[in-house]
């Protein structure tokens, strides 16, 4: 009976940590989010920038955007929400806008196309994925013998001494 | 029961305090170190206060996990790095599937018991196969399982484990980089309900967490495993007779240590915002052995308190020696070595008395046996 | 005589058997390790003369700090992991001599002359530790000799050396963390003799030093003193009752240890042509342990030719795996095989039954 019940309390562990895991996937899964104000063309139809758009994150002003600038916002979860306060053109009266937008999981930095989404277009048209074009300059040497430990034919290993713990 | 006799005597105040030097030298050592090197140094309180209380919620959980293996009677665990190397491939696993903040810490924290129960119960049974001499073992199997490690981080990972982003791997398609940062992890367990007190940050989530695993040790010690574990400890021979599996019970305990020490390996790497994939874990054994053994413990006997004593004034002496180093020799490398020399030292010492009153005891228990061999006879006789 | 007549009843099958569990798995897989490499390295596109070249220079630098290790095995001390006790004096012997101005081979003869007293004072003090701690040698001989190294890393920026090779420019004092023997006694022991055939070279002079203390290791091995010494390792109580003296025999085994260190650094040196100091020393006992451990030594047993077989398995792999595993699959994974044949070769001996009665 014991063994039964041990058992039991053990499988019923391993399933809330696999379900805690799974739910901290969902939860903690970052996104960079990247909001251009630029002009889009799409199917032949021009939506223009706005002359000025107004971020804010959780009531947080996170960018001020004039035409063709980006501005950019980590997020958590799959779901993003923002204000945006749009000037269309100078002199015109601020429209404020919430935006939800559902991110999906599998891309690491988004970018919005704001003329585009508050055209109501499909959201192939205004979500892309953000490419890095910095990362191929950057090289880093592989680790060198120093870090592996070793000096030359003894073996010694990390001969560093750390210098904070 | 032969030391009993002594025990009841009357002492008088002199005695007793040379008694508590005795018991409590290196403590006492450290003080004076400490008391000496922090007026040269020049830090003002409220810096060391503060230095302290983010290296306490650094170190804390990563020196609790040493005290269950003490307690089992396998002495100081230094097979703890195997926990420390589960801990970072969780890390570095968790960075590379951009689980950020809380989250990425507590999946870290999930992914790292597999790998750090597997380590553990390796470890356990080769110390059962090198009883009485666990110690030194334990030492060798974290070099050996370092070996093992670089394989997999160096080589195997990004081609045959799949490492997703580049800015972890090495610009030649395989192996993880010296670093691996944990920008959006960084911290995010300290900052989260912390206190400012005159300028001293104090990470309230951090401390609950260390105070957590606190109770567990204290609850551990009184289930039926944690008694069995210290009869274990006692005597070997004894629990075996009394129908405890002391193989087992063994395992056990360094299982729970590795698990630990794996958790808290992932509460440092947070603190610290990134990983160095190749020496983070090299000498975190060693300067969490030094600041148990500073806090007053020995190799069979170890508190919770020696811990909260021992990161304390292992940590002040950390903090302050290469300054006072440099202000005394002119000299800020001097201060390193030093602080080196003295974790190094402390182990040592920790480690001869030790053995040399194991041996006492041992030379006691013959001739009592002697003794008692001798009135049998009588008796016979 | 007994024996050969059980030997004979055994069939050839159980005798390799019996071989092979008495080499021990591990060491079997090593040598047929080393000899695929031997193998493979012409297929690579490796000369085999220079890889050997390599590997009996590797040999002849290696060999007596290994040798350190048979005394205090033999009077059961364990495993020498306080290796860098000595390698401190012969690291001081060294330096000392170049301060005091000899150069050339001189220097060699002056820097063994000035290491060998510290080397025994050092040794006196270190054996009469580890007999007040009988039976947890290993783990703090780990440790005496990693305080050693740390303190000697402050000696090494406060003792007044002056030499101009040995400071640092700038600052005029502290040693550098490597000098150059180039003039002192950078490779006098290799050029004596030394044999060159085509791409092969042997450095005779090293190996003569060695089989010359080798040779004096095993003699002194059956004395009187040396037989004492293997009773006090195999059985120490009955060698108090058979009226030796445990602890002075345990010390002079000690003693010897921490002095041929100090002599093996020296040669080490002379081969490798700098003085490596700071944390050099640190993890200079591992690879000396588990190559004896390869040669076929245990935590109480170990010969000469252990000594022999073993460093020139461990050199082997260690010269060996870089160049053919960089030619076969273009990665360099030596340094990963090195640290886990070695500290895995220590592991097997730590955890023999049969061994850890001790």
């Known amino acids: 009976m014991k063994s039964k019940r041990s058992l039991l309390i053990r499988i019923t562990t391993v399933v809330v940590l696999l379900l805690i895991a799974g739910a901290m996937f969902i939860v903690g899964r970052g996104h960079t989010i990247y909001i251009d104000n630029k002009t889009l063309e799409y199917d032949g139809q021009t939506y223009s920038a706005a002359h000025r758009a107004e971020i804010f994150v959780n009531g947080e002003k996170i960018a001020k955007l004039s035409k063709r600038e ?69 090289d880093e040497e592989a680790p060198t013998e120093d870090d592996l430990m070793m000096d030359e034919g003894m073996g010694a290993e990390d001969l560093s001494i750390p210098s904070d713990i | 029961m032969s030391t009993k006799p002594i025990n009841t005597k009357e002492k008088n105040p002199l005695q007793k305090a040379t008694g508590f030097l005795r018991n409590n030298s290196v403590p006492v050592m450290f003080i004076l170190i400490c008391a000496v090197c922090i007026p040269i140094s020049g830090f003002s309180p409220s810096y060391l206060l503060s230095e302290i209380v983010t290296r306490m919620g650094r170190n804390t959980f990563l020196i609790l996990s040493l005290l269950i293996p003490i307690m089992a009677g396998m002495g100081l665990n230094f097979g703890m790095t ?36 597997l380590l553990g119960l390796l470890c356990g049974k080769i110390l059962n196969m090198a009883k009485g001499r666990e110690m030194v073992t334990s030492y060798i199997i974290s070099y050996f399982i370092n070996g093992i490690y670089q394989l ?9 484990i799949p490492i997703i982003h580049s800015s972890i791997k090495l610009p030649r398609g395989y192996g993880i980089r010296n670093t691996v940062s944990l920008l959006n992890m960084r911290q995010c367990i ?35 495993l944690g008694q ?17 599996n002391v193989e087992r019970t063994r395992i056990i305990s360094i299982v729970i240590s590795t698990v630990l020490a794996g958790f808290g390996m992932i509460l440092y790497l947070q603190n610290m915002g990134n990983i160095s994939t190749y020496s983070s874990h090299s000498q975190i054994g060693m300067f969490c052995i030094a600041a148990l053994l500073v806090g007053g413990a020995s190799v069979d006997k170890a508190s919770i308190g020696n811990v909260f004593l021992g990161v304390t004034l292992f940590h002040l002496m950390f903090i302050v020696a290469p300054q006072a180093g440099a202000k005394i020799t002119g000299d800020s490398m001097i201060g390193e070595y030093f602080r080196v020399f003295v974790s190094y030292g402390v182990i040592t010492v920790a480690l001869v008395m030790y053995e040399t009153k194991k041996r006492k005891a041992k030379s006691l228990l013959g001739a009592q046996l002697r003794l008692d061999q001798l009135k049998e006879e009588d008796e016979v006789k | 005589m007994n024996d050969q007549l059980e030997m004979n009843q055994y069939s050839i099958r159980d005798r390799i058997i019996g071989f092979a569990k008495n080499f021990g798995l591990p060491r079997l897989i090593i040598a047929g390790f080393l000899l695929l490499l031997f193998i493979a390295a012409p297929l690579v596109g490796a000369d085999f003369l220079t890889q050997l070249t390599n590997t009996i ?25 306080g290796l860098p006790l000595g390698i401190i004096s012969g690291l001081l012997g060294a330096t000392m001599s170049i301060e005091l101005g000899f ?46 190294v740390a303190f000697m890393c402050m000696m090494w920026l406060l003792l007044p050396y002056h030499s101009a090779n040995m400071v640092w420019g700038l600052a005029g004092k502290g040693l550098r963390t490597t000098i150059s023997l180039e003039g002192y006694f950078d490779k006098v022991l290799a050029n004596f003799l030394q044999i060159n055939i085509g791409t092969l070279s042997i450095p005779v002079g090293t190996l003569l030093f060695f089989a010359l203390l080798a040779f004096a290791m095993w003699a002194f091995l059956h004395t009187k003193t040396g037989t004492a010494m293997t009773a006090v390792g195999s059985n120490p109580t009955f060698a108090k009752a058979a009226g030796i003296n445990v602890n002075k025999i345990r010390l002079l085994s000690v003693v010897m240890s921490t002095w041929l260190a100090a002599i093996g650094i020296l040669v080490y040196e002379q081969g490798f042509g700098f003085i490596q100091l700071y944390m050099a020393p640190f993890y200079m006992a591992l690879p000396a342990v588990s190559a004896i451990l390869i040669g076929g030594a245990s935590v109480n047993k170990a010969s000469i030719v252990n000594v022999i077989i073993g460093t020139f398995l461990f050199q082997g792999i260690v010269t060996m795996t870089p160049t053919v595993m960089n030619s076969m699959i273009h990665m360099d994974m030596s340094e990963v095989i090195r640290i886990i044949v070695s500290n895995g070769m220590i592991l097997y001996a730590l955890t023999r039954k049969t061994e850890a009665t001790r």
């Open chain 2, 152 to 160: 997999i981080v160096l080589y195997m990972m990004g081609s045959l």
């Open chain 2, 82 to 117: 195997l926990g420390a190397m589960a801990g970072e491939i969780a890390l570095i696993f968790v960075s590379d599937w951009q689980i950020w903040g809380i989250p990425g810490v507590i999946l870290a924290m999930i992914i790292s018991i597999p790998f750090s129960v």
């Open chain 3, 57 to 81: 220079n590797r040999f002849s630098w290696n060999a007596i700090l290994v040798l350190a290790m048979v005394p205090m095995v033999h009077s059961g001390c364990g495993l020498n992991f």
């Open chain 2, 190 to 224: 300290d900052n989260l309900l912390a206190i400012n007190i005159g300028g001293v940050k104090i990470p309230m989530l951090t401390f609950i967490i260390i105070a957590g695993a606190c109770l567990f040790i204290i609850w551990f010690r009184k289930t039926k």
């Open chain 2, 228 to 244: 069995d574990m210290r009869a274990v400890g006692q005597d070997m021979q004894v629990a075996r007779d009394a129908g405890i």
């Open chain 3, 103 to 148: 150069t050339g081979g001189f220097s060699f003869v002056i820097a063994i002359l000035i290491a060998t007293p510290i080397a025994l004072v050092l040794g006196v003090g270190y054996g009469w530790l580890l007999n007040k701690i009988k039976g947890g040698e290993m783990m703090i001989a780990t440790y005496v000799g990693f305080s050693a």
């Open chain 1, 70 to 138: 980006r501005g950019m916002a980590t997020c958590m979860g799959q779901s993003f929400t923002m204000e945006v306060t749009i000037t269309q053109d100078k002199g015109d009266e601020p429209k404020t806008y919430t935006i939800t937008q559902q991110l999906p999981y599998s891309m690491d930095g988004i970018v919005i196309n704001l003329p585009g989404y508050l055209a109501g277009l499909s959201e192939e048209a205004y979500l892309t994925p953000f490419v890095s074009m910095a990362t191929t300059t950057e």
